[in-house]
């Protein structure tokens, strides 16, 4: 026996008109679907999509929590990512669903991304354009490393010998003989070894493996964040002192040389500027502390990370003319 959501009955249903996923209107079903319905819960966690198409009003005020920090923002991409293990879920609740009752699979399913992204841009779409090459990313991030390596694990010991093998083939080359006895870490729950232990899974034990997804309840955290990608200045810069390093010079957490490097200093203005907290220079050659840099100056890069603001012409100008600083 499995609960659903009614979203998640819709897209078992292969329902492509997104309109239906805003409230709950399920006559609409055809008759393979129909039988789905003695499995809707509205007031349980859903087993399918393990609770994250069962909070979207929540999601949608965190996006616009993120919109406001970018008053003057009219683009941005969505970025959404699902834990792999929600694929393993999926194929265990569709096997269980076609062993159980007549429903079958044959037009396959709605991602629970692409409803997920319909309903949480819908109602923002007022106040930004979705576009998928906008360098402002609104990321949706679901994840517990530690919830989805628990739960393989558990699902490993559940198989039988001969399928424990063969998983132990895909998730440890250290384990391959006993899967069993495999220590995960979350590099070994991915995209790809979900995949290909879906396909390894004889479909009677796909069926019978379900009751573990109720007896090991998974929470997954969102994390949403409205972040700009890297952006780059590029210049030249000279130096006339000789004990300045190009860098931060600390060994043993102790700082030598000077309490500040070139990178600090060209980073500076533009940190107050772009009002991010880490810059990273990237320079044309490394010179000793004690080399001077004259002439043309040496060319650079500064990668400005996550800058939460776009400065205009005239402030990014101000920039390049302050780093002149003289040191003792
Ligand atoms: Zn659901």
Same mark, same amino acid.
């Given at each position: 026996?499995?609960?659903?959501?009614?979203?998640?009955?819709?897209?078992?249903?292969?329902?492509?008109?997104? =309109?239906?996923?805003?409230? =709950?209107?399920?006559?609409?079903?055809?008759?393979?679907?129909?039988?789905?319905?003695?499995?809707?819960?509205?007031?349980?966690?859903?087993?399918?999509?393990?609770?994250?198409?069962?909070?979207? =009003?929540?999601?949608?005020?965190?996006?616009?929590?993120?919109?406001?920090?970018?008053?003057?923002?009219?683009?941005?991409?969505?970025?959404?990512?699902?834990?792999?293990?929600?694929?393993?879920?999926?194929?265990?609740?569709?096997? *269980?669903?076609?062993? =159980?009752?007549? *429903?079958?699979?044959?037009?396959?399913?709605?991602?629970? +991304?692409?409803?997920?992204?319909?309903?949480?841009?819908?109602?923002? +779409?007022?106040?930004?354009?979705?576009?998928?090459?906008?360098?402002?990313?609104?990321?949706?991030?679901?994840?517990?490393?530690?919830?989805?390596?628990?739960?393989?694990?558990?699902?490993?010991?559940?198989?039988?010998?001969?399928?424990?093998?063969?998983?132990?083939?895909?998730?440890?080359?250290?384990?391959?003989?006993?899967?069993?006895?495999?220590?995960?870490?979350?590099?070994?729950?991915?995209?790809?070894?979900?995949?290909?232990?879906?396909?390894?899974?004889?479909?009677?034990?796909?069926?019978?493996?379900?009751?573990?997804?109720?007896?090991?309840?998974?929470?997954?955290?969102?994390?949403?964040?409205?972040?700009?990608?890297?952006?780059?200045?590029?210049?030249?810069?000279?130096?006339?002192?000789?004990?300045?390093?190009?860098?931060? *010079?600390?060994?043993?957490?102790?700082?030598?040389?000077?309490?500040?490097?070139?990178?600090?200093?060209?980073?500076?203005?533009?940190?107050?500027?772009?009002?991010?907290?880490?810059?990273?220079?990237?320079?044309?050659?490394?010179?000793?502390?004690?080399?001077?840099?004259?002439?043309?100056?040496?060319?650079?890069?500064?990668?400005?990370? +996550?800058?939460?603001?776009?400065?205009?012409?005239?402030?990014?100008?101000?920039?390049?003319?302050?780093?002149?600083?003289?040191?003792?």
């Amino acid at each position: 026996m499995t609960q659903l959501c009614f979203r998640c009955a819709l897209r078992l249903s292969n329902v492509q008109n997104f =309109e239906f996923y805003k409230t =709950e209107k399920l006559s609409e079903l055809d008759e393979n679907c129909q039988q789905l319905l003695s499995f809707v819960n509205n007031q349980s966690k859903c087993n399918f999509c393990l609770g994250i198409l069962q909070k979207i =009003e929540f999601y949608r005020e965190k996006c616009l929590v993120e919109l406001e920090k970018w008053p003057s923002v009219s683009q941005v991409q969505i970025l959404i990512t699902i834990p792999p293990l929600i694929y393993l879920i999926e194929s265990l609740t569709k096997s *269980w669903l076609q062993s =159980e009752t007549k *429903w079958t699979s044959t037009d396959g399913i709605v991602s629970i +991304k692409d409803v997920l992204k319909y309903l949480v841009t819908i109602d923002l +779409k007022e106040k930004v354009i979705f576009q998928s090459d906008s360098s402002l990313n609104l990321a949706i991030i679901f994840e517990n490393e530690k919830s989805d390596t628990e739960f393989i694990t558990n699902f490993i010991s559940n198989c039988s010998n001969e399928t424990g093998y063969r998983i132990g083939q895909i998730l440890k080359a250290n384990a391959k003989h006993d899967a069993k006895k495999a220590k995960l870490n979350k590099y070994d729950v991915t995209n790809i070894t979900i995949e290909k232990l879906i396909e390894s899974l004889p479909e009677k034990e796909q069926a019978s493996s379900l009751e573990l997804v109720k007896s090991n309840p998974i929470e997954y955290n969102v994390e949403i964040s409205l972040e700009h990608e890297h952006l780059y200045v590029a210049g030249r810069y000279l130096k006339f002192s000789r004990q300045l390093p190009q860098t931060p *010079w600390i060994m043993n957490g102790v700082r030598h040389f000077s309490d500040t490097s070139v990178e600090e200093i060209i980073a500076a203005p533009f940190e107050k500027i772009f009002q991010n907290s880490k810059s990273i220079l990237s320079s044309s050659g490394r010179e000793d502390v004690d080399v001077r840099t004259l002439g043309n100056g040496r060319p650079f890069i500064l990668e400005i990370q +996550k800058p939460k603001q776009i400065p205009n012409n005239e402030l990014l100008l101000s920039a390049q003319k302050n780093p002149e600083r003289k040191l003792g």
